[in-house]
């Protein structure tokens, strides 16, 4: 897939491009209140959203991110979910929906599923089995129309993952912006301490971009957690797993209208 086909496809645009657009917005708005005359910050906003080799690279440094953030976390955890959750120890699932999910999983993987005792007397063994489930579930359910569910909800873990690697990145550049955009103002109240001359600095565009700065920074550090991302991975693993007893009729249908 080429550059401008994975900018077209979904899930790059709302997993991987739009968490890196939006740590550049403050920096952005910071940027054209500053230095772009008032009356064509309109034209500037326009000729900056179509730079489109700017928003790929924006795209793949998002993603490293995220993937480096959940190298991290998979360790913190134990595992992906979509591993702990099959896990006869984990009680995400009742033991007899698990034991459901293992058949299916057994006949589609060719891997048969430990039991509970094989499980802790070998971890790491039952944990192999885990991962070579996941990994044919998510091999099995690419096709975005049939598993729309599975996707919507692997779209919303990888845009969740993708910001909070860059939580502290965003809060500190936001706040670096807000701290550029106050900094004529604040000069000159500290000279005169004539507060209403001070912000007489302030143009309108660049009160909005210290406003968007300020919010954003509050944003990053208050909103993009591990606790939250960890609920979007398990309910991404939840909407995986369960495909595992649709696999068969999706397939069945497909050779019963070939």
């Given at each position: 897939?080429?550059?401008?086909?994975?900018?077209?496809?979904?899930?790059e645009r709302k997993?991987?491009?739009?968490?890196?657009?939006?740590?550049?917005?403050?920096?952005?708005?910071?940027?054209?209140?500053?230095?772009?005359?008032?009356?064509?910050?309109?034209?500037?906003?326009?000729?900056?959203?179509?730079?489109?080799?700017?928003?790929?690279?924006?795209?793949?440094?998002?993603?490293?991110?995220?993937?480096?953030?959940?190298?991290?976390?998979?360790?913190?955890?134990?595992?992906?979910?979509?591993?702990?959750?099959?896990?006869?120890?984990?009680?995400?699932?009742?033991?007899?929906?698990?034991?459901?999910?293992?058949?299916?999983?057994?006949?589609?993987?060719?891997?048969?599923?430990?039991?509970a005792a094989e499980?802790?007397?070998?971890?790491?063994?039952?944990?192999?089995?885990?991962?070579?489930?996941?990994?044919?579930?998510?091999?099995?359910?690419?096709?975005?129309?049939?598993?729309?569910?599975?996707?919507?909800?692997?779209?919303?873990?990888?845009?969740?993952?993708?910001?909070?690697?860059?939580?502290?990145q965003g809060a500190?550049?936001?706040?670096?912006?807000?701290?550029?955009?106050?900094?004529?103002?604040?000069?000159?109240?500290?000279?005169?301490?004539?507060?209403?001359?001070?912000?007489?600095?302030?143009?309108?565009?660049?009160?909005?971009?210290?406003?968007?700065?300020?919010?954003?920074?509050?944003?990053?550090?208050?909103?993009?957690?591990?606790?939250?991302?960890?609920?979007?991975?398990?309910?991404?693993?939840?909407?995986?797993?369960?495909?595992?007893?649709?696999?068969?009729?999706?397939?069945?249908?497909?050779?019963?209208?070939?």
């Amino acid at each position: 897939m080429d550059s401008a086909a994975k900018l077209l496809d979904p899930y790059e645009r709302k997993a991987r491009l739009l968490p890196g657009l939006l740590l550049t917005l403050p920096a952005s708005l910071s940027v054209m209140a500053l230095w772009v005359d008032g009356q064509v910050w309109q034209k500037a906003i326009l000729a900056l959203c179509g730079t489109c080799g700017v928003p790929f690279l924006i795209a793949n440094i998002t993603r490293d991110a995220g993937k480096k953030l959940e190298t991290k976390l998979v360790k913190k955890w134990g595992g992906l979910p979509s591993t702990i959750m099959l896990r006869h120890s984990d009680d995400y699932f009742d033991s007899h929906t698990k034991k459901q999910y293992h058949n299916a999983l057994s006949r589609g993987t060719g891997v048969t599923m430990p039991t509970a005792a094989e499980e802790a007397a070998d971890r790491e063994a039952a944990d192999a089995a885990y991962r070579a489930a996941g990994l044919w579930l998510r091999e099995k359910t690419k096709d975005r129309r049939k598993f729309n569910h599975v996707f919507r909800e692997n779209i919303a873990y990888g845009f969740r993952r993708n910001i909070t690697g860059l939580k502290y990145q965003g809060a500190l550049l936001a706040f670096a912006c807000a701290g550029l955009l106050i900094l004529r103002p604040a000069t000159l109240y500290f000279n005169t301490r004539n507060l209403e001359q001070a912000l007489h600095q302030l143009t309108s565009f660049q009160f909005v971009a210290l406003l968007t700065a300020l919010v954003f920074t509050l944003v990053w550090l208050t909103c993009f957690s591990e606790a939250s991302l960890r609920r979007t991975g398990e309910a991404y693993a939840d909407r995986l797993i369960r495909a595992s007893k649709e696999i068969r009729s999706v397939k069945k249908a497909s050779l019963e209208t070939a």
